[in-house]
């Protein structure tokens, strides 16, 4: 399973894109990258994922370096309802741990007024 | 439309006794997962089931079972809890297994306190 590794906080003002990066350097070909959100330890929130090409929906958008080692979520205008714990899981495809997510420490993403 | 739904929310157990995490999807899912989370450690799998009578481990299974009772229904089992278990689980499922980009969403969360 790839490894992503994030940044540990981030701050952003209200109204301003919220640039989120992650690092998965190991991350193999058929991995996906996803992006999941965490409010006071609700259940995790599935914002958006990719495998090659960048996405965008109605939450965020997802840009993926082309050699796939990196990839960051955008939010394009942060809101104080914003603030959360984000993560970039890898998903495992195939083999037999196919919808493993394999989470890291996330980074705690704080929006201020 | 209610997604995963888990009960109980919060529960109590001494070291010891068995209990029994229900949880449910009416998403039509065929996969579904019991993940856990402590301080500082992020997710874990505890066991998962690609689909209707199948059921694998996952990272940290120990002294957990589970049971796919039916397409809608996985339960996770503790037989002797014990306060390493203490815990946030946290129930999901995927359409598919999970590997073709199937999107995995997760419950709210059981709070279990093992004293």
């Known amino acids: 399973d790839a490894k992503t590794t994030q940044p540990p906080s981030m701050d952003c003002a209200e109204g301003r894109a919220a640039n989120l990066p992650c690092n998965h350097s190991?991350?193999?070909?058929?991995?996906?990258v996803y992006w999941y959100r965490q409010i006071h330890s609700q259940g995790p929130q599935y914002i958006i994922h990719?495998?090659?090409n960048n996405e965008t929906n109605e939450m965020a958008s997802l840009i993926i370096t082309e050699d796939r080692k990196s990839s960051t979520l955008i939010l394009p205008h942060a809101t104080l309802r914003d603030t959360a714990v984000y993560y970039c899981?890898?998903?495992?495809?195939?083999?037999?741990?196919?919808?493993?997510?394999?989470f890291g420490q996330g980074t705690i993403l704080t929006v201020h007024p | 439309n209610a997604g995963v739904t888990q009960t109980p929310k919060f529960q109590v157990l001494k070291t010891g006794q068995s209990m029994t995490l229900q949880c449910a999807q009416d998403?039509?899912?065929?996969?579904m997962y019991w993940y856990r989370q402590d301080p500082g450690m992020g997710l874990r799998l505890i066991y998962y089931?690609?689909?209707?009578?199948?059921?694998d481990k996952g990272e940290v299974p120990n002294g957990y079972n589970v049971s796919r009772l039916n397409k809608r229904e996985f339960s996770l089992r503790l037989e002797s809890a014990a306060p390493s278990q203490t815990s946030v689980y946290f129930c999901?499922?995927?359409?598919?297994?999970?590997?073709?980009?199937?999107?995995?969403?997760f419950g709210e969360g059981s709070w279990l306190t093992v004293v």
């Open positions: 089931s690609a689909s209707e009578g199948t059921t």
């Open positions: 999901a499922s995927s359409l598919g297994r999970g590997n073709s980009g199937n999107t995995i969403y």
């Open positions: 990719g495998l090659k």
């Open positions: 899981p890898s998903l495992n495809a195939g083999g037999t741990s196919y919808g493993k997510l394999t």
């Open positions: 190991t991350i193999s070909g058929n991995e996906y």
């Open positions: 998403m039509n899912h065929n996969s």
